[in-house]
Nanobody, 124 residues
């Protein structure tokens, strides 16, 4: 079993930055690929970024490429999402997820553990 707890969300002006954290518990954290997803009101959950079990491979949605950076600290069992140049359309609840495999992709079905989410609001 893996438990995930996100933090770091909040209200920020357009152009600003935030760093989200996802703390994982469970001895098998190090073998999971990890991902971030988001869901805006009235919209489906969408993929944001993913990172492989060893941090060597990363994937990004086109909408965040060049602005967001995913990273992980295996010693701290924590995954981060550094968000810069934020836009109002980035407003959403952001979810951390643990993949079924070491190198998951953008499909939500590739993930079997989810956090409770953290709200990010970007004002114009």
């Amino acid at each position: 079993q893996v438990q995930l707890v996100e933090s770091g969300g909040g209200l920020v002006q357009a152009g600003g930055s935030l760093r989200l954290s996802c703390a994982a518990s469970g001895r098998t954290f190090s073998i999971f690929g990890m991902g971030w997803f988001r869901q805006a009101p009235g919209k489906e959950r969408e993929f944001v970024a993913a990172i492989s079990w060893n941090g060597g491979t990363t994937y990004y949605a086109d909408s965040v490429k060049g602005r967001f950076t995913i990273s992980r600290d295996r010693a701290k069992n924590t995954v981060y999402l550094q968000m810069s140049s934020l836009k109002p359309e980035d407003t959403a609840v952001y979810y951390c997820a643990a993949g079924r495999t070491a190198v998951p992709g953008p499909n939500p079905f590739e993930y079997n553990y989810w956090g409770q989410g953290t709200q990010v609001t970007v004002s114009s």
